[in-house]
């Protein structure tokens, strides 16, 4: 799984969950192993910038942080999602091409929020960029999409652009 040291040279200095972040988690219906596995929850404190992406600062708010490969995605509880250099799409974003998803008629499940994703054990992904999730997705065989998510998930699962199309006539009197 990745490594929070491999994923930036530069990345801010992560710490551990404070007791009263895992209690929080706990009461919202998080179980521990969530919390803990593939890899543990991790904490950091900053803001999202204009760009999306996250600006570590000592003195902001305390924001929850999720290793993906090459890249780290941090969340507020207040649904505000951050990512440290923009290369994940989406939170959970391993399990797409992960064989054992699709297993035994099994789907890929799309969750509308961290937290949601964290109840659900880190079954599935919490999309963070809409614009690119067409193409990451479309060679997935299931999905289950959120109820609350489908017109989200409708609106952008289609090509950014198709090629423009030309019909090509007929030719008579050509020999084949």
Wanted: charged residues 25%.
């Amino acid at each position: 799984m990745t490594n929070f040291v491999l994923c930036h040279r530069e990345m801010p200095v992560l710490g551990g969950l404070l007791q009263r972040h895992i209690n929080w988690l706990r009461t919202c219906g998080v179980p521990m192993p969530a919390i803990v596995q593939p890899e543990l929850v991790r904490l950091a404190h900053g803001y999202r910038g204009s760009d999306g992406l996250f600006d570590p600062d000592e003195s902001g708010p305390a924001w929850f942080a999720f290793a993906e490969v090459g890249d780290v995605i941090f969340w507020r509880p207040e649904d505000e999602l951050a990512r440290w250099t923009g290369r994940a799409f989406a939170l959970g974003e391993q399990a797409v091409d992960n064989a054992g998803t699709y297993s035994l008629g099994h789907c890929l499940h799309v969750y509308r929020s961290p937290l949601h994703w964290l109840k659900a054990g880190r079954d599935g992904i919490v999309v963070i960029d809409w614009e690119r999730a067409f193409d990451e997705l479309r060679h997935c065989p299931r999905v289950a999409v959120d109820e609350n998510l489908l017109s989200v998930y409708s609106r952008h699962m289609r090509p950014r652009r198709l090629p423009e199309v030309y019909v090509l006539p007929e030719r008579r009197g050509v020999a084949s």
